[in-house]
């Protein structure tokens, strides 16, 4: 697995390596993907008549749709095909090649792939797609193109199982659980209605494995300095 490349003085970088090889994927080669959905959807994706229809249904603006959102397509329009033509191998050169720090300052090279629409966020869609039970394979491909599996699936599985986190800290209270999804939202852009979590279309089974990582989250809010256990046991029940 690769590393990414690190200026020798800089201590804080030095962590980099170990932290990436936790992850279990190359986090260079999955953040060119993402860039590549993100700048499809920029550019193309928002566009189609299908996505402003859906859109306008779940209540949230495109990027076109908000004022002063800088639309620069000026890097490529279209992400069929990754601009850095080639198999993964080759991608991830090239990507750590653009990840390379010049000058005493390590100041990064720039590069109109990982430069693009950095300060649009995708997140707040993928919240919308999920807790409306959107989020499917189809829908995935109109929004972000061809490499959506590759640099966004990861981000749906984790925010599958936010929702469920969700349900399951606020008690099943919907009311409570709509605030969470509101929150961050204009008052002209509040989540119209929730859905129910589906199954999930690769037949995974992340229901069994969010209540694992509950469970190990239970334990760490549970745990309590010595002689203060008994405050930790009470903080546990309550979920």
Known sequence: MSAFPTPQSSRDD???????????F????????????????????????????LAAFLNIRLPHQIPGTPLRQQFFST???????????????????SLSFNGPDHHRSPNPLTDAYTDISLFPYLKRLVCTGFDKDSVMLELFGEHWMQGIKRLLDQERKNFLFAVRSKGSSW???????DAGMGPNELVPFLKPLGEAEDG????????MEWKQWEEFEAWEAPGSN?????RANEY
């Open 79 to 97: 992400t069929s095909q990754l601009p850095w033509a080639g198999p993964d191998e080759d991608i991830r050169r090239k990507a750590q090649a």
């Open 204 to 211: 995974a089974s992340e229901r069994g494995q969010a209540d």
């Open 26 to 53: 190359d986090l260079t080669l999955w953040h060119v993907h993402h860039q590549a959905c993100r700048t499809y959807f920029v550019e193309e994706g928002q566009y189609k008549e299908a996505a402003k229809a």
């Open 14 to 24: 030095d962590s980099v390596a170990p932290q990436q090889a936790a992850l279990n």
């Open 230 to 234: 008994a405050r930790g046991k009470r």
């Open 175 to 181: 009311l409570k659980v709509k605030e969470v999804y």
